[in-house]
Nanobody
C-alpha cells in the first residue's frame, strides 16, 4: 500500500489550499483520511471518507471550512481547505485503514503517507 500526498505550501490567513492523496494497493472496504501534526503537538484527526459509501467525517475545527472528497476513478482523495487560520499550520498526513468506519484515533489507521507542509501566516 502506498499513499502519496501532493499540494500544501504557504498561504495567508483566510486563504485556501488543496491537498491530494493518491492511493495504491488498497483493497476492499477501506477509509482514507487526513491527519495533521503541528510542532510540539500530537497528530490529530482532520477528516476522513469511507471509500465505498462516500460518508465523510470531520473534526470540529475542520467542519465547515474543509471538504474531503474521493475520486474513485483516480484512487485519490482531496482535502479542500478554505478560511485557513494560523492554527491550521501543520504537516498534513494522508492515512488509510481497512474497513470504512470512522475513527479519530491515529492508532486505528494502518497506512500513512510522508506528509506535506501547510503554513498559514497572519
Amino acid at each position: 500500500v502506498q499513499l502519496a500526498e501532493t499540494g500544501g505550501g504557504s498561504v495567508k490567513a483566510g486563504g485556501s489550499l488543496s491537498l491530494s492523496c493518491t492511493t495504491s494497493g488498497l483493497e476492499f472496504a477501506y477509509a482514507v483520511g487526513w491527519f495533521r501534526q503541528a510542532p510540539g503537538k500530537e497528530r490529530e484527526f482532520v477528516a476522513s471518507v469511507s471509500w465505498i459509501s462516500g460518508n465523510t467525517f470531520y473534526s470540529d475545527s475542520a467542519e465547515g471550512r474543509f471538504t474531503i472528497s474521493r475520486n474513485t476513478a483516480k484512487n485519490a482523495v482531496s482535502l479542500q481547505m478554505t478560511g485557513l487560520k494560523t492554527q491550521d499550520t501543520a504537516v498534513y498526513y494522508c492515512a488509510a485503514k481497512s474497513g470504512g468506519g470512522y475513527s479519530r484515533s491515529r492508532n486505528d489507521w494502518t497506512y500513512w503517507g510522508q506528509g506535506t507542509q501547510v503554513a498559514v501566516s497572519s
